[in-house]
């Protein structure tokens, strides 16, 4: 891709962060082939803020409430929430989360941050997982933010399972695939072992 002219540049700026608002600053200087400096400017420009503040406005959007467990067992911060229709969260892999010698992270904290996310969904009081099918597609690094996307395929609005695929990406790159059953409401109460998420991981 070469370098584009400054008023085309800003269109596919523009463009970029219509369709995926999560991208930063150096995530667009790869897709844009420009210096951070150049994509500042062109924000400042433009008017358009900066991740931090794009992610405030998201989240102070009205959503709906999380009705399955507390907000803040939900591994990530919930940015958009139409229950037993789709959710959004963001999590931002940090020091703690990652191998040390690597700067990989853990795969059970990308698979919490989409776990937490497919129980949040369900509209119900009591929403337990009963299994998941899950991939990782490639290791989420330090300092990358995981964007975790969940849509109820089925059951959504019924008793008893609801399925709930959940897709978490860097950028525009997926990193992690799941489906989830999830367990709802007196379906939950009759399961042989509550409590226990079973999840059929093939890594760590």
Known sequence: ??????????????????DNPFLTDR???RLLK???????????ELAIPELRERLKVMAE???????????HEVIGEVVDLQLDKSGISLFEIREEHVFSRSGIARGHHVFAQANSLA???????????????IRFL??????????????????GSQKG??????CTYVGDEMVFQGY??????????????????EAHENRD
Do not use: W
Not at 119 to 133: G, M, P, R
């Open 61 to 71: 959007r009205s959503y709906d409430p999380v009705r399955s467990l507390p907000l």
């Open 180 to 197: 989830f059953v999830i367990y709802r409401s007196r379906a939950a109460d009759s399961m042989e072992s509550v409590g226990g998420e």
């Open 119 to 133: 129980v949040a969904v369900i509209n119900d009081e009591i929403a337990l997982t009963a299994s998941a099918d």
């Open 34 to 44: 420009v210096s951070i400096q150049t994509i500042r400017l062109d924000r400042l």
């Open 27 to 29: 995530e667009l200087t």
């Open 1 to 18: 891709m070469e370098r584009l002219p400054k008023r085309q540049r800003h269109q596919e700026l523009s463009r970029l962060i219509e």
């Open 161 to 166: 399972k609801a399925k709930v695929e959940v």
């Open 138 to 155: 490639r290791p989420a690094r330090l300092g990358e933010k995981c964007i975790a996307k969940a849509y109820v395929r089925s059951g």
